[in-house]
């Protein structure tokens, strides 16, 4: 036998009976979304890979380490994916829509980035993002946070999460804290480890977020950002945080919390969980006002999220209820050449009738015994059983496969009023 091909480290393939869960979730977010007023837009999964190397900045872990990046048949760079944010940005510099216009948007589909596979971190993974532009906020930042924790009581999770808010400032106001950080840390070199060494020089905020144990004595002492706010950074962050106040959504400020991506300002945050081991961010934005010009377009004004649908998945599983809609309601089963043919029409006329049923077919043949097993084993909740006796009465058997109730026998037509009884009326 030829040598069977395996899928990619970190990439995963989400079997026919996962789909269920992802669907029920996807569903839940996009009805929220949609009660937010928000629309989608789709965008290309590749890109070109200056793309990502302006946006996300040279001295991040993406660009640094993650990218899926390869030369075309042209010899251009593109890269797969690794977040949303600046192909959205791109798409929408692109068609103008950032022109005297305000819009609220969501994005969803995997992304790519070469990382060391393990729970709850993989090379393939989804994302649900949500990008806002033209609304400088802090309402809108309020806005965001309260979607996304609705969304968190919606699929039941929202005791397992925490809400974690800093706020960055101005680019000004960071550029001066930042030498102020430099400083203190230069003080303690001998306590750096190497990363945070390396980083001393290109990206030092980026040290605060290290989650090297050896390391957070040094960083608790470290100076706080949100101390050397300007007035307008500050009045943004207050006017947030009462808005939270205001909406009765708890949050925990966390002023080591600084998202690593270069482009963002004021608004950060972060929401965390305890039960899902190291990988406990499920969502995580900000606002990236400066991404804009830096990205070619006019100075205008942008905040966003992301959250990992894998994550999510695994705190539902595991400490949530998950409602799922089973995937047969009745099951056809049919023995004989004449009952094939009977039975492969009558399908057609019950979907017709009853376009909400899920009807599966027997289909392959096999004896009463056989296609009752199949039967039980689709979920469905009503076998419909066609042999040659029923055959020639146009009639049918119906039997419940879950709870006890004497078979029934059904015209066509009376089956069809039956089921549609079913659908509409649980008593039935
Ligand atoms: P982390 O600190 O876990 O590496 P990040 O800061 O790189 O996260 P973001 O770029 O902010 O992550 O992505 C938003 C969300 O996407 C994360 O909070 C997480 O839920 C999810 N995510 C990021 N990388 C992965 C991955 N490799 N596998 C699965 N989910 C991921
Ligand atoms: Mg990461």
């Not at 393939?13 to 009805?31: M, T």
């Not at 919606?154 to 030498?179: F, K, M, P």
Request: proline share 3%; glycine share 8%.
């Amino acid at each position: 036998m030829a040598k069977q091909i395996q899928a990619i480290r970190g990439m995963h393939d989400i079997l026919p009976e996962q789909s269920p869960h992802w669907h029920w979730l996807e569903n839940q977010a996009r009805q929220i979304l949609a009660a937010y007023g928000y629309q989608e837009i789709r965008l290309p999964i590749v890109e070109k890979t200056e793309l990502f190397k302006r946006s996300i900045g040279e001295v991040t872990d993406i660009v640094e380490k993650e990218m899926y990046s390869f030369d075309d048949r042209n010899g251009d760079s593109l890269t797969l994916r690794p977040e949303g944010t600046a192909g959205c940005l791109r798409a929408c510099l692109e068609h103008g829509l950032l022109h005297n216009q305000s819009h609220r948007l969501w994005y969803y589909g995997p992304m790519f980035r070469h990382e060391r596979p393990q729970k709850g971190r993989y090379r393939q993974f989804y994302q649900l993002g949500v990008e806002t532009y033209g609304m400088p906020g802090p309402d809108v930042d309020a806005e965001l946070i309260a979607l996304t924790e609705r969304l968190w009581r919606t699929l039941d999770i929202r005791d397992q999460v925490e809400l974690q808010l800093n706020t960055l400032g101005t680019s000004e106001e960071r550029l001066a804290y930042r030498g102020k950080l430099v400083d203190y840390f230069q003080q303690h070199l001998d306590l750096l480890d190497d990363d945070s060494r390396r980083r001393l020089d290109s990206n030092p905020l980026r040290i605060l977020d290290s989650k090297n144990p050896d390391m957070q004595a040094i960083l608790s002492q470290a100076p706080v950002l949100l101390d050397h706010l300007g007035d307008d950074s500050l009045a943004h962050f207050n006017q947030l945080t009462a808005m939270l106040d205001d909406l009765g959504i708890r949050y925990a400020l966390n002023t080591r919390l600084v998202r690593g991506l270069d482009y963002y300002g004021k608004t950060v945050f972060e929401w965390v969980t305890d039960q899902l081991g190291s990988q406990g961010t499920i969502c995580a934005g900000g606002r990236y006002d400066g991404l804009i010009e830096q990205l070619g377009g006019k100075a205008n004004h942008a905040i966003g999220f992301a959250m990992g649908m894998e994550r999510i998945l695994a705190l539902i599983e595991q400490s949530g209820h998950v409602a799922l809609a089973p995937v047969t309601d009745a099951y056809l089963i049919r023995v004989g050449e004449r009952a094939e043919r009977v039975g492969l029409i009558l399908a057609e006329r019950l979907r017709n009738a009853l376009p909400e049923l899920k009807l599966q077919v027997n289909c392959g043949g096999g004896s009463f015994k056989s296609q009752f097993k199949k039967a039980d084993k689709s979920g469905a909740a009503w076998a419909i059983i066609i042999g040659d006796d029923e055959a020639a009465h146009d009639s049918v058997a119906l039997k419940s496969l879950r709870i006890e109730q004497e078979q029934q026998t059904l015209q066509h037509s009376e089956l069809i009023r039956t089921l549609d009884a079913w659908l509409h009326d649980s008593t039935v």
